[in-house]
């Protein structure tokens, strides 16, 4: 995505991401991008673990999970696709 594409992503407060946080419903934060991760729920390959991030900010422990390391390309790939807006700055 371009510059000019990152200025026009919608942009959440950390709350309104905190409301997402099951299953059925589940965005993350990664450095500063919120993403919508519900469709990538069954097909994550850690199953359930995904959860314990949802609605919350995985920057600080996303690129340091033992089994990430192998499939960062893979990742940052799913994240792409699953990218919906930006954290809004207080």
């Known amino acids: 995505m371009t510059a000019k594409g990152q200025d026009s992503l919608k942009e959440y407060t950390r ?16 450095r500063g991008k919120v993403y919508n991760m519900t469709p990538y729920f069954n097909q994550h390959p850690g199953g359930l673990a995904i959860l314990r991030y949802a609605g919350k900010d995985t920057s600080t422990v996303l690129p340091y999970v033992a089994s ?4 960062w390309k893979v990742i940052e ?14």
């Open 68 to 71: 990430h390391g192998i499939a």
């Open 15 to 30: 709350a309104q991401v905190e409301q997402h946080c099951t299953h059925d419903d589940l965005w993350i934060i990664f």
């Open 77 to 90: 790939k799913k994240l792409q696709e699953h990218l919906i807006g930006k954290l809004k700055k207080t």
